[in-house]
């Protein structure tokens, strides 16, 4: 496994994120519309984009943790039970930190 490539390619992934949080932050922080309708179709767009934050957040720490795996040398080590994480887990989730069956 090419630790190099996929430190890069983490690192590419949380700059993503952080700038994806950062604009829905901005949009968050926007005032809506003064008109009520509008304003209730803006509140529902606030709800969605909440919960997108929250999910991009979920993940960036996933992607800083596994970023902190690789330094650390116990990237692939499931950090429940200390097995290795099966490399086609970490091919499809390259910031998962537990193997299937901890993850189950």
Do not use: F, W
């Amino acid at each position: 496994m090419d630790l190099d490539a996929l430190k890069r390619t983490l690192r590419e992934r949380l700059d993503t994120l952080t700038r994806r949080v950062s604009h829905i932050e901005s949009d968050l922080r926007n005032p809506g519309p003064k008109d009520s309708q509008e304003r209730a179709t803006e509140l529902e767009n606030d709800e969605v984009l909440e919960r997108l934050n929250e999910s991009e957040r979920g993940e960036i720490a996933e992607v800083r943790a596994a970023l902190g795996r690789i330094d650390a040398g116990s990237y692939g080590q499931c950090s429940s039970c200390g097995t290795q994480i099966d490399p086609r887990r970490l091919e499809a989730l390259p910031a998962a930190g537990l193997c299937t069956a901890c993850a189950s």
